[in-house]
T-cell receptor, first 116, second 116 residues
């Protein structure tokens, strides 16, 4: 069974501080991993993705994530938070192999608040 | 590239009526489209997966006679909520994946349905 766990439903940081959003997954085969951001009343925008190439993945808006197979983790980081980063962040897993029709399994989301 | 639109963005309907939501891939061919439902402050719940020209695959617990999905072309899928009730009020989001084996889904901006 696939599952995605995002530790911390709410994370608050000061502007300029490090952002760390945690994501752990379970998957029986090497997965593809994604981070999405959602602003209020909008759809999801892809921040970055891991598709079995480099384990350190750089995305848009200064975000990056590192795939650690031994820890089954794919944590999202940004060195310096900006006010515009305040949003809901979702980690998602697409299991490897071809039996799941390409569906994604989402974590519950983490609401990031950035204080001035 | 890879833009997905949804129409309408907001709709209010009376209980007992039906409402149709369109999902279009504007600049690519989408062999697979996904429909999600999102409750306030919660993650996305996959409702169904549809492949062009074939019947949709519904997730367990989703009533296929209530949520009719049609994927008649490579750029259009529709979700019809039949005999809507207030509990169907939600944010509905579609996504599409490209023909050719891309690993990611491209999300529409969502449709806010309110049933009065």
């Amino acid at each position: 069974a696939q599952s995605v766990t995002q530790l911390g439903s709410h994370v608050s940081v000061s502007e300029g501080a490090l952002v760390l959003l945690r994501c752990n997954y379970s998957s029986s085969v090497p997965p593809y991993l994604f981070w999405y951001v959602q602003y209020p009343n909008q759809g999801l925008q892809l921040l970055l993705k891991y598709t079995s190439a480099a384990t350190l993945v750089k995305g848009i808006n200064g975000f990056e994530a590192e795939f650690k197979k031994s820890e089954t983790s794919f944590h999202l980081t940004k060195p310096s938070a900006h006010m515009s980063d305040a949003a809901e962040y979702f980690c998602a897993v697409r299991p490897g192999g071809g039996s799941t029709l390409g569906r994604l399994y989402f974590g519950r989301g983490t609401q990031l608040t950035v204080w001035p | 590239g890879a833009v997905v639109s949804q129409h309408p963005s907001r709709v209010i309907c009376k209980s007992g009526t039906s409402v149709k939501i369109e999902c279009r891939s504007l600049d690519f061919q989408a062999t697979t489209m996904f429909w999600y439902r999102q409750f306030p402050k919660q993650s996305l719940m996959l409702m169904a997966t549809s492949n062009e020209g074939s019947k949709a695959t519904y997730e367990q617990g989703v009533e296929k006679d209530k949520f009719l999905i049609n994927h008649a072309s490579l750029t259009l899928s529709t979700l019809t909520v039949t005999s809507a009730h207030p509990e169907d009020s939600s944010f509905y989001i579609c996504s599409a994946s490209r023909a050719g084996g891309s690993y990611e889904q491209y999300f529409g901006p969502g449709t806010r349905l309110t049933v009065t």
